[in-house]
């Protein structure tokens, strides 16, 4: 059901797996969703993200096991995702869980309703999205060649933790999230998809569950991270108590005020 109304829940949290926590963007919320519904008979596929070398860009890819699940945190880079989905539409086994942009959730959930796949779709609160060739002129900046990356992520890996390259030759770079250069690439808006300059998709509510960050002075101390998720439909709420009654993830009740406060942009 899809609800353009008020959430049924605020809530911040984490995976009780700390392994995934550790390498999710915030509190693996997200990626303790996926894995619970791919355990179960219902949904038999979702997406994950790897870094393709030759490309020197993330591409997505189907998967059907929870043990085909990449985690490398949040990818700052514009993917078309109703493109793929449309184009792979008859690999799609089973029901899907998909995370997607806001603007993205519609989209997906008319194409998957058209095609008969039940669907749980995960999104995020989204500050505008970075075409690629804004993450190449990051490596220019600092001087790295696109052909000396063998990996790369935005985010992951503790938090709220920032961009990690790993190259060729073993050395490995990072520099914390929203620093310089991105920060300068993002606020330029030169790399910014056209559709993020009118976007009001920006929280994701048409979604079953929108994650978010919790940006707030309680949490700033936090090394591992915690998930801020709003829960917006039946079907969430449903998934949400069968993760906590599991001990999947461990959660406390959250309200609008933090909410508006928490993610910054
Ligand atoms: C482009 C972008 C901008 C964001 N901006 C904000 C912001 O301004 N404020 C804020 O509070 N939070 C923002 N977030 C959300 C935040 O970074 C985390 O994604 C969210 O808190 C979920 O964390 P988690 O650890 O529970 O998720 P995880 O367990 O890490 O799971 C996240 C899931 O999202 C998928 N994913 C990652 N990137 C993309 C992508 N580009 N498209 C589709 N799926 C993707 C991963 O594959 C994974 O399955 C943004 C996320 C993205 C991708
Ligand atoms: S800012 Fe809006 S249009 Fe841009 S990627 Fe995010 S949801 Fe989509």
């Not at 998957?112 to 690629?132: A, E, M």
Request: contains cysteine; hydrophobic residues 30%; positive net charge.
């Amino acid at each position: 059901m899809i609800n353009t109304n008020t959430p049924m829940g605020y809530h911040i949290g984490c995976a009780t797996n700390t392994n995934d926590r550790f390498r999710a963007s915030s509190g693996g919320v997200g990626t303790s969703i996926i894995r619970y519904l791919l355990s179960l008979p219902d949904y038999g596929t979702s997406i994950t993200f790897t870094f393709d070398v030759t490309s020197c860009m993330y591409v997505p890819k189907l998967i059907y096991s929870e043990d085909d699940i990449n985690i490398c945190g949040s990818i700052y880079q514009d993917i078309d995702l109703i493109k793929f989905v449309k184009e792979n539409i008859q690999h799609i086994q089973g029901g899907m869980v998909i995370t997607c942009a806001p603007c993205q959730v519609v989209g997906i959930r008319q194409l998957l309703n058209r095609n008969n796949i039940k669907n749980f779709i995960l999104s995020f609160c989204c500050s505008g999205q970075t075409t690629i060739e804004g993450t190449w002129q990051y490596y220019h900046f600092l001087g790295i060649k696109k052909d000396d990356i063998i990996n790369m992520q935005y985010r992951g890996n503790g938090w709220p933790s920032g961009i990690q390259i790993w190259l060729k030759n073993g050395n490995k770079i990072y520099h914390d999230n929203y620093t310089e250069p991105w920060r300068t690439i993002h606020l330029s808006g030169l790399y910014r998809p056209k559709r993020c300059y009118y976007c009001k998709y920006d929280t994701g509510r048409n979604a079953d569950i929108t994650m978010a960050d919790p940006w707030l002075d309680k949490y700033k101390n936090e090394k591992l991270g915690k998930t801020l998720f709003l829960v917006n439909t039946e079907k969430g709420q449903c998934i949400f108590e069968a993760l906590s009654q599991l001990n999947l993830i461990e959660s406390h009740p959250s309200d609008y005020n933090t909410y508006a406060i928490a993610p910054k942009a």
